[in-house]
């Protein structure tokens, strides 16, 4: 079955400091993958997507590298702050049934 | 706009209320979804409406019972709720179920105490 998982549980970084959130995933047949933020208190938000024909998405200081050979993608945040603290998950889509398949998430830290 | 918009936004109920979550989005999306989180877990899905039918149960116990009146509105009816049925219900939408947008879009959810 689907699977798709992360490698931390947890990340601190400094404030400024670039972060790097990594998800691996077990179907080969996904062909869809969305990061999604997650704030105390607050659903979960859209930051970026990237679609399986591509290895590289950009966003405003976010950018997501996909590689199907191994199976893994992961969230690049650039110079992080202080309210880019927050659970970041990575979901996959895959089948006809066309359902989000979350990862366990990650817990970004930035401290001062 | 990709607001989602959830009430309310807390609810404790005892084991014997009934009571109902409800969700509208206004952004003419055709898929709606029902999600449980669990602390520092994941969403889980629980429906999916598409077109105002409902598409996906994953098997979800009988005490939960969505409707969907139209395309702007989803509702949960909650009946009989146990304790370990509390958690934060989410809901979402997203363009279709099927088509080639599926960015799903989540309200702020309710955070759901059943004593």
């Known amino acids: 079955g689907e699977s798709v998982g992360l490698h931390l549980p947890t990340l601190s970084v400094q404030e400024g400091d670039n972060s790097i959130i990594n998800c691996a995933y077990s179907?080969?047949?996904?062909?869809?993958f969305i990061w999604y933020k997650q704030e105390s208190g607050k659903g979960p938000q859209f930051i970026i997507d990237i679609r399986s024909n591509m290895d590289k998405r950009q966003g405003q200081r976010v950018t997501v590298l996909l590689n199907k050979t191994v199976k893994h993608l992961s969230l690049q945040i650039a110079a992080t702050q202080p309210g880019d603290s927050a659970v970041y998950f990575c979901?996959?889509?895959?089948?006809?049934?066309?359902?989000?398949?979350f990862g366990s998430g990650t817990q970004l830290t930035v401290l001062p | 706009d990709t607001e989602v918009t959830q009430t309310p936004k807390h609810l404790v109920m005892g084991m014997t209320n009934k009571k109902s979550l409800k969700c509208e989005q206004h952004?003419?999306?055709?898929?709606m979804y029902w999600y449980k989180q669990k602390a520092k877990k994941p969403p889980e899905l629980m429906f999916v409406?598409?077109?105002?039918?409902?598409?996906i149960n994953e098997s979800v116990p009988s005490r939960f019972s969505p409707e969907c009146p139209n395309s702007s509105l989803l509702n949960l009816h909650l009946h009989a709720l146990q304790p370990e049925d509390s958690a934060l219900y989410l809901c979402a939408s997203s363009q279709d179920s099927g088509g080639a947008r599926y960015i799903q879009y989540f309200g702020a959810g309710t955070r759901l105490s059943v004593l």
């Open positions: 952004m003419g999306h055709r898929a």
């Open positions: 979901a996959s889509i895959s089948g006809s049934a066309r359902q989000l398949t």
């Open positions: 409406y598409s077109y105002e039918k409902l598409s």
């Open positions: 179907n080969s047949a996904s062909d869809y």
